[in-house]
């Protein structure tokens, strides 16, 4: 399993940025697919996480009614759409994958990991 992420930038405060995260080597469709984000000094923060079969989805607090993650198995993509960034939500983003149709939303909880693509919003 190859996980690929991309999509991060640098943009202003109330923006908005599209992350992809590309999967290969796998039917996307038997696995759980997280996003994270860490900055330096902390440890992973999980962002968004969905399901298998994308019926079920979770936010953390912090992003909600912002973030929206989506999958299409097909293309083994999946997408966070972030909306109405704030500077807080710098940080480097990560997609990560578990082969369970059931979602987790700790870091530990996964085992494999696409590099990391760095987010950056301006106040």
């Known amino acids: 399993v190859q996980l690929q992420a991309s999509g991060g930038g640098l943009v202003q405060s109330g923006g908005s940025l599209r992350l992809s995260c590309i999967a290969s080597?796998?039917?996307?469709?038997?696995?759980?697919i997280g996003w994270f984000r860490q900055v330096p000094g902390k440890s992973r923060e999980g962002v968004s996480c969905?399901?298998?079969?994308?019926?079920?989805?979770w936010y953390t607090d912090s992003v909600k009614g912002r973030f929206s993650v989506s999958r299409d198995n097909a293309k083994k993509t999946v997408y966070l759409q972030m909306n109405s960034l704030k500077p807080e939500d710098t940080a480097v983003y990560y997609c990560?994958?578990?082969?369970?149709?059931?979602?987790?939303?700790?870091?530990?909880?996964?085992?494999?990991w696409g590099q990391g693509t760095l987010v950056t919003v301006s106040s």
């Open positions: 969905t399901s298998a079969s994308d019926s079920s989805v």
């Open positions: 990560a994958a578990r082969p369970s149709t059931v979602i987790r939303t700790k870091a530990d909880d996964y085992n494999t």
């Open positions: 080597g796998v039917t996307l469709g038997d696995y759980a």
